[in-house]
């Protein structure tokens, strides 16, 4: 079956409060592929649901190595140091999760209310940074703007790799390839599955015509994302891109008795 599906009958038994089942499915797809983005998501999410908060930390720290961009993961995290009383290190991260999307209306409320629970009344206005700034020039397509602002901050401050990955996809869209490049091989040297810094870097070495580097990371970009979504979205924002994407859906192969079972659990909460 199409591993997307398999995945969304995960996702399903989840928001249904199938815990179990949800944990189960999502473990089959870690088995099969330990990288897989989607599914360390899933489990982390599982495991939070559940109340099991150092085993949702562990697996959402793992799902942000190879995508550190993701607000909704870094939500999820957030609600972690909540129940753990960490509220600094919880600041942190929503404020991260409103940098990487300062469009994210639900992300801003909740960092608005725990800036106002930590340290009084702020005006919506006052949580932009110049990392979210910066973001929001990516956005615009003001590439020269964003990029300074990403070098500004990385320079002047100790701040989340994340920015590293903007600044590197920033070079990327402004057609400066070689500066995307080094970025992308530090990133993917130091966080080995950041699917993003992986699949710039296969894009790059397409173009300087090392086609045999570019698969193998392409490869290494299909274990964490298996239907190369993220893959699919990039490559035509930056022109044809020289390393051809397979056509067909990942599949998975799936006993037929736990299928069954799932489509059971599933078709019960319908009727």
């Excluded at 990288?35 to 998501?41: D, E, G």
């Excluded at 110049?130 to 615009?140: D, K, N, P, Q, Y």
């Excluded at 901050?153 to 080094?182: C, D, K, P, T």
């Excluded at 015509?209 to 490559?235: C, H, K, M, S």
Aim: proline share 4%; with cysteine.
């Amino acid at each position: 079956m199409k591993l997307r599906d398999f995945l969304q009958w995960g996702e399903q038994a989840l928001a249904l409060n199938h815990t179990e089942l949800a944990e189960e499915i999502a473990r089959y797809l870690l088995k099969q592929s330990p990288s897989n983005l989607a599914a360390r998501t899933l489990l982390g999410n599982v495991h939070l649901r559940s109340g099991q908060m150092e085993e949702a930390e562990e697996h959402l720290l793992q799902a942000l190595d190879m995508d550190p961009e993701s607000p909704d993961t870094l939500t999820s995290l957030a609600e972690v140091l909540e129940t753990q009383g960490r509220d600094e290190e919880r600041l942190a991260v929503i404020r991260r999760a409103f940098e990487c999307d300062p469009t994210r209306t639900e992300v801003k409320q909740r960092l608005l209310a725990l800036r106002q629970e930590v340290g009084g009344a702020v005006h919506e206005n006052g949580l932009l940074t110049r990392v979210s700034l910066a973001r929001i020039h990516l956005r615009s397509g003001l590439l020269e703007h964003a990029i300074a602002e990403f070098r500004y901050v990385l320079a002047e401050s100790q701040i989340h790799w994340s920015a590293r990955v903007a600044l590197m996809e920033a070079h990327w869209l402004n057609g400066e390839r070689q500066a995307a490049s080094g970025i992308a091989d530090e990133i993917v040297r130091e966080h080995p599955n950041c699917l993003k810094a992986i699949l710039l870097s296969a894009d790059v070495r397409a173009h300087m015509g090392l086609i045999d580097q570019a698969r193998q990371l392409l490869e290494r970009a299909r274990q964490v994302d298996p239907d190369f979504t993220l893959a699919r979205a990039l490559y035509p924002a930056n022109g044809p891109s020289r390393l051809p994407l397979p056509n067909d859906d990942a599949e998975i192969e799936v006993p037929i008795d736990f299928l069954q079972r799932i489509e059971a659990t599933l078709t019960a909460e319908e009727e």
